[in-house]
């Protein structure tokens, strides 16, 4: 894939005429760890880091002070999130996080299973770019936030607004959708949607097994002996 024809397309159709080295930095951490199936699978989680970051393309905390995760804290909210019923602060301290909004106890113990990483001890490693495109990437490819996983919407057939079930419901669904749209088709300017061409087949040559330096002075006496050695 030609990544410059890609970012043109990008910076002229989505980013308002200008990318800034960290957009573009994110665009690379996301697609340097793509795992999927497809370049519209890609779109879609490019579209959605790019809202869910506010177009920072840097993984990013959930606004807001720690008054406003109150609402985590206690009751049904918190229960829905594997968060404690008790007042103590699991409201605030598993907030959103990363490319893609990890939010509560129970999403930071999930990928803490699944990443091998302790992010339920020490939830800003969510932050660390290379987790957080692990986190967006294998969340919604293996269905991790809400059930609902990349090939549910997109495959032969695409739905980039229903898509939006996978992280967060119907919200912003068609604003997304729109920048999926955009992505996909500077993907496709870029040949995304061409196979990778074959790599060459590549020969190892084994050297030959080195031959024992003669002797010159052995050499003779053995060509002298086989002379007086042949039948007359």
């Given at each position: 894939?030609?990544?410059t024809?890609f970012?043109?397309?990008?910076?002229?159709?989505?980013?308002?005429?200008?990318?800034?080295?960290?957009?573009?930095?994110?665009?690379?951490?996301?697609m340097?760890?793509w795992?999927?199936?497809g370049?519209?699978?890609?779109?879609?989680?490019?579209?959605?880091?790019?809202?869910?970051?506010?177009?920072?393309?840097?993984?990013?905390?959930?606004?807001?002070?720690?008054k406003?995760?109150?609402k985590?804290?206690?009751?049904k909210?918190?229960?829905?999130?594997?968060?404690?019923?008790?007042?103590?602060?699991?409201?605030?301290?598993?907030?959103?996080r990363?490319?893609?909004?990890?939010?509560?106890?129970?999403?930071?113990?999930?990928?803490?299973?699944?990443?091998?990483?302790?992010?339920?001890?020490?939830?800003?490693?969510?932050?660390?770019?290379?987790?957080?495109?692990?986190?967006?990437?294998?969340?919604?490819?293996?269905?991790?936030?809400?059930?609902?996983?990349?090939?549910?919407?997109?495959?032969?057939?695409?739905?980039?607004?229903?898509?939006?079930?996978?992280?967060?419901?119907?919200?912003?669904?068609?604003?997304?959708?729109?920048?999926?749209?955009?992505i996909?088709?500077?993907?496709?300017?870029?040949?995304?949607?061409?196979?990778?061409?074959?790599?060459?087949?590549?020969?190892?040559?084994?050297?030959?097994?080195?031959?024992?330096?003669?002797?010159?002075?052995?050499?003779?006496?053995?060509?002298?002996?086989?002379?007086?050695?042949?039948?007359?």
């Amino acid at each position: 894939m030609d990544r410059t024809v890609f970012f043109d397309r990008v910076r002229a159709k989505l980013a308002g005429g200008k990318l800034t080295t960290g957009q573009v930095q994110g665009f690379f951490a996301l697609m340097d760890s793509w795992t999927g199936s497809g370049f519209r699978q890609l779109a879609y989680v490019l579209a959605t880091a790019w809202h869910e970051t506010a177009a920072t393309m840097h993984p990013v905390t959930e606004y807001g002070g720690k008054k406003y995760f109150t609402k985590y804290d206690t009751g049904k909210l918190a229960a829905n999130l594997g968060n404690t019923p008790q007042a103590d602060g699991d409201g605030y301290l598993y907030r959103g996080r990363g490319y893609v909004q990890i939010t509560g106890a129970r999403n930071y113990r999930l990928a803490t299973s699944r990443l091998g990483v302790d992010l339920v001890g020490s939830p800003d490693k969510a932050l660390d770019p290379a987790i957080a495109a692990k986190i967006i990437i294998r969340g919604m490819i293996e269905g991790w936030f809400t059930g609902k996983k990349l090939s549910d919407y997109i495959g032969a057939k695409v739905d980039y607004k229903g898509a939006r079930r996978i992280v967060n419901g119907t919200d912003k669904a068609a604003l997304i959708a729109g920048y999926a749209d955009t992505i996909e088709a500077a993907l496709r300017a870029a040949g995304a949607d061409k196979p990778a061409p074959a790599k060459p087949e590549i020969i190892v040559m084994q050297p030959a097994s080195p031959q024992p330096a003669r002797n010159p002075i052995a050499a003779f006496f053995a060509a002298l002996f086989g002379w007086l050695n042949v039948d007359k």
